[in-house]
């Protein structure tokens, strides 16, 4: 049987977001950046590789670490800088190069398979040697770099990073680097000289106004793909929990806005406009597996910006080459709801929010790269709910366990579908210091349903995980 795949699609102790995934002979390889718990700024670990078969998307497996900071000679004279979110190109060659920015420009490192050991090769540069973004009288922003190589051979990097507070804005102001959208330029096929100068694609916050993008103007994070014979520009929009997506029939230009595929709050998803996860920048792109479409993205955990992971959603195309945006689930990767029975670990809860004070927040106990860490929600407390979508329930009668400690003695309410809806169990708590078992009777209806937590009484509780039974 194979393996169930949740979301995160990850192991719980890993932190790698700005995933760009690709399918290379029978394995999906994910490449990324690579946060650390409880760090405090983005991106402060090494490359990790990550891959799993085309066939079964629960298995991952740890490639271990592709490229590390000091490995760029920039770094070496410091300041070190962090590894941001990367992109990967196989050459004509049949090599793999890995783009990364670092000091306002773009480095490629190069490998012979996906996940080797990459060696640095060097940096994007003009034809005089002049450094891509490093051009002295202004340049454009060369952050977040994304290479696509269309199927006449040529290729193309994108590149853009619209800055909206107003430190970044002086500081672009200062170098006199553009940051007014997503830009695109030709490579030779040594993979690193541009080749003519940069067009923007599409415009930021501050152009997009008065177009087909206002309101969702370019903010950060380039992808493209070639779908169906049309050219999709992935990229994180001036609303910064969205990732939305242009169109145009060219990889250079000529793009109309299309619309958001994901937020990592569901904001916007059937209308809604409530956050129902905390919300905070997104990077990723769509990849094909097996005749699916999914778009990976990241979610925020820890009350903070800085431990990113790496999540998964099914997507679909319209006949006019539209997708419509989907919600955040537990089981993207699964391509179908979970089992209705089993043992399920409560961090890879896909809503989080409160109706009275803060949320709850998934954490981990154990340091960062502990490969032993539990994840666990923490602190639910009157008015948050917790929601887990989807499972595929019998219909029969049965028991729910929950695993939790914390100081409240009143009750955990589950509901189905509805997350202020009837209970369909009540599950009685003691207060306890130290993880604990309590269990209720539960009749969950057959079919696709989504399950809601919420505590009545006062008080706080974590909890671990989860267990439903026939």
């Not at 994070?221 to 050219?231: N, P, V």
């Amino acid at each position: 049987m194979k393996m169930q795949a949740f979301n995160p699609f990850l192991p719980e102790y890993e932190y790698v977001p700005d995933g760009e995934p690709y399918v290379f002979g029978d394995r999906i390889y994910v490449f990324g950046s690579h946060d650390r718990f409880n760090g405090k700024g983005y991106c402060e670990n090494d490359y990790v590789g990550w891959s799993a078969p085309v066939d079964d998307l629960g298995d991952w497996r740890y490639e271990g670490v592709i490229f590390r900071k000091d490995q760029d000679p920039l770094n070496a004279d410091g300041p070190v800088l962090p590894l941001y979110a990367p992109d990967i190109q196989r050459g004509k060659d049949g090599r793999y190069y890995l783009y990364y920015p670092t000091h306002s420009g773009t480095s490629v490192a190069v490998c012979d398979t996906p996940t080797g050991a990459y060696e640095f090769y060097g940096h994007v540069c003009y034809p005089d040697g002049s450094r891509y973004g490093k051009r002295p009288g202004g340049d454009i922003m060369a952050a977040d770099p994304a290479t696509f190589m269309d199927v006449d051979g040529q290729l193309y990097l994108y590149t853009g990073y619209t800055p909206m507070d107003a430190p970044s804005l002086e500081h672009c102001k200062k170098t006199g680097r553009h940051y007014h959208g997503a830009y695109c330029v030709r490579l030779e096929d040594d993979m690193k000289t541009v080749r003519g100068e940069a067009e923007m694609i599409v415009p930021g916050w501050e152009l997009a106004p008065g177009t087909e993008f206002e309101g969702h103007g370019f903010y950060e994070a380039s992808s493209m793909r070639l779908i169906h014979g049309r050219y999709y520009f992935i990229y994180s929009s001036s609303r910064s929990h969205e990732l939305c997506y242009a169109v145009s029939d060219r990889p250079d230009g000529g793009f109309h806005y299309g619309g958001t595929v994901i937020s990592n709050g569901d904001v916007g998803y059937g209308g809604s406009q409530r956050a129902k996860n905390q919300l905070g920048n997104v990077h990723g792109s769509i990849a094909e597996v097996g005749g699916h479409y999914y778009i990976f993205y990241h979610r925020h955990t820890n009350r903070c910006g800085y431990c990113r992971q790496a999540c998964a959603e099914e997507i679909f195309f319209l006949e006019d080459g539209s997708i419509p945006q989907v919600e955040i689930t537990c089981c993207g990767l699964n391509s179908s709801p979970l089992r209705g029975e089993g043992r399920y670990r409560a961090a890879i809860a896909c809503n989080i929010w409160s109706d009275l004070g803060r949320a709850a927040f998934i954490t981990q106990d154990g340091e960062d790269g502990d490969t032993c860490a539990r994840q666990y929600l923490s602190e639910l407390e009157r008015g948050g709910r917790v929601g887990y979508k989807y499972f595929d329930f019998s219909g029969d009668e049965g028991t729910v366990t929950l695993t939790y400690r914390g100081n409240s003695d009143g009750y955990v309410l589950i509901s189905c579908d509805d997350p202020d809806g009837e209970a369909v169990a009540s599950i009685k708590l003691e207060v306890s210091d130290g993880w604990t078992d309590a269990r209720a009777a539960v009749r969950l209806p057959r079919g696709k349903h989504a399950l809601f937590f919420r505590l009545e009484g006062d008080g706080a509780i974590d909890i671990l995980e989860f267990e439903l039974r026939k």
